[in-house]
């Protein structure tokens, strides 16, 4: 016997899981939150309330929409051979032209973009830092482990692809640990993937790709300090 769900009490559900997720619009707190995160990123963007069987969404001034429960849900897939990790969400962020000038607007980003995908309470126990490279932004995500003892795995850094505008054009997560240039890194990941599918059906891509990214930082590195 299937039991019926009420739809009515969809939007309550709703309102009690989001109060808690991205914080009360009414209350003022110290940590990072949902609304000036969007003001900040996604100027003109909207926030449709909750109807009956629909949750919450934002919708930006393209008319392009995003709903925050599904956000909340979703996991990430990795694309095959590519070393990144992709959602619907940094799909959709992608999409909306968002200026980033500075570290400060890229950091902004990644908190809006892990805000609305594993909830600011995530979002306020870790530290960030964006470094310029050619083409974009790598961002760092670590978390606090000193006011927040519990363990956390470590986090891959994310990327922000930019236009001659510096407006952005992608938004993706490195499977991989890797701090500079995106086209390196793909190049890299890439030919070491191709190359140990044929040797072993890819049996030591991981650790091979890991090393070989190892020495492409190193060399990359290298050569900043040359500059």
Not at 129 to 146: I, K, M, N, T
Request: aromatic fraction near 8%; charge should be positive; include cysteine.
């Amino acid at each position: 016997m299937k039991t019926q769900i009420d739809v009515r009490v969809f939007p309550l559900i709703a309102a009690i899981l989001f109060s808690t997720q991205f914080g009360s619009v009414a209350a003022e707190t110290n940590g990072i939150e949902l609304k000036p995160l969007v003001k900040r990123c996604l100027p003109g963007a909207r926030f449709v309330p909750a109807a009956p069987a629909k949750s919450r969404m934002v919708v930006a001034a393209s008319g392009d929409s995003l709903d925050l429960m599904t956000a909340l849900r979703e996991n990430a897939e990795p694309r095959k051979g590519a070393g990144y990790w992709l959602t619907p969400t940094m799909k959709y962020l992608g999409r909306q032209g968002m200026a980033v000038t500075n570290a400060n607007d890229a950091v902004a980003v990644i908190q809006l973009l892990q805000g609305l995908t594993r909830g600011f309470p995530f979002v306020n126990q870790n530290t960030y830092r964006a470094s310029a490279v050619a083409g974009g932004w790598v961002v760092e995500v670590e978390h606090d482990s000193v006011k927040y003892p519990e363990k956390v795995p470590a986090m891959p850094p994310y990327e922000l692809l930019v236009d001659a505008g510096q407006r952005v054009t992608q938004v993706r997560e490195r499977c991989y640990t890797f701090l500079g240039n995106p086209v390196i890194y793909d190049q890299t990941v890439r030919t070491v993937y191709e190359r140990e599918v044929k040797l072993n059906g890819g049996f030591n891509f991981e650790k091979t790709v890991e090393k070989e990214l190892a020495k492409e930082w190193e060399k990359e590195k290298a050569q900043k300090m040359i500059k």
